[in-house]
């Protein structure tokens, strides 16, 4: 079995590894911050357009943050934005419409879909899917150790694979379970147990990286053998499940059979000299 070294202490045996897909895999602020912007800004125009304005703050809607010029330059990595699914999110800004401006609900869902739709559509006109930094490297040090990979996210199928595509990395991952191949969403363990089935590995043997408290809720009762938080400051902060926090890939070595006989092979030729 292949070991999995996090900040060169105690290997972790590893068989396989999941992944969470936003903040984990692509870099979450470059995608969906610029689709929350144009978001938020259609739905600021739709209220303005009826004489109102917003219930609460803007940012609170969807848990971002906004920078010295205005745009988001931030997200509450335990708000919305990372963890609502599609409809959640709609379901969050069509309110908007229906408390604030009086609009039906059908009628404020579905300004709110076309809303959401045209801003989606500028997200895949410029392919915002960027690779977490060390993110590549990982993934191919995997691939050395015959470590079978999967992916469990809260997005939807069609819009994951374009954005594997898009990362280079579709053909990297066995397995592939979206929100709407599940019945109930993170934190219940059901897509992760389905990711095991799929990829026929046990969960005392499964390694999983996630950036949200719902994808390490999710492994801990799976019964994952360990749940690392992708934190890029290193702190803890929301990630209260996680067995240990790492600020990014290069954090984690990878070591294959082949690796661990030379290893242990290197060690006895120099307790010999």
Not at 19 to 34: N, Q, S, V, Y
Not at 75 to 103: H, K, V
Not at 120 to 128: A, D, F, H, N, T
Request: hydrophobic letters at 40%.
């Amino acid at each position: 079995m292949a070991e999995l070294r996090i900040r060169n202490g105690s290997p972790v045996p590893c068989r396989a590894v999941l992944f969470d897909k936003d903040g984990t895999l692509l870099d979450m602020l470059r995608m969906w911050g610029a689709w929350a912007e144009e978001v938020l800004d259609g739905l600021e125009h739709r209220l303005n357009h009826e004489g109102v304005g917003w219930i609460g703050l803007r940012d609170s809607v969807l848990g971002t943050v906004r920078g010295a010029e205005g745009r988001i330059a931030a997200y509450d990595p335990a708000g919305p934005l990372p963890m609502a699914t599609e409809e959640q999110a709609y379901g969050l800004l069509a309110w908007q419409l229906y408390a604030a401006a009086g609009m039906p609900w059908n009628e404020a869902l579905t300004e709110v879909m076309a809303i959401c739709g045209r801003a989606s559509e500028g997200v895949r006109r410029r392919r915002l899917a960027y690779p977490v930094p060390g993110l590549l490297p990982f993934l191919e040090s995997c691939r050395a150790a015959s470590i079978p990979l999967g992916v469990v996210t809260s997005d939807g199928s069609a819009a994951t694979a374009e954005h594997l595509d898009w990362l280079g990395v579709a053909d990297r991952f066995a397995a592939v379970v979206t929100r709407d191949r599940a019945r109930l969403g993170k934190p219940d363990p059901e897509m992760a147990l389905m990711a095991l089935r799929e990829l026929g590995v046990s969960a005392d043997e499964t390694v999983l990286i996630g950036d949200s408290n719902a994808d390490m809720q999710m492994g801990r009762r799976a019964g994952l053998r360990c749940c690392i938080g992708l934190s890029p400051s290193g702190e803890r902060g929301p990630l209260l499940d996680a067995d240990v926090i790492v600020k990014d890939y290069t954090e984690l070595e990878v070591r294959g059979q082949a690796d661990k006989e030379r290893g242990q092979a290197d060690k006895e030729r120099r307790q010999t000299t």
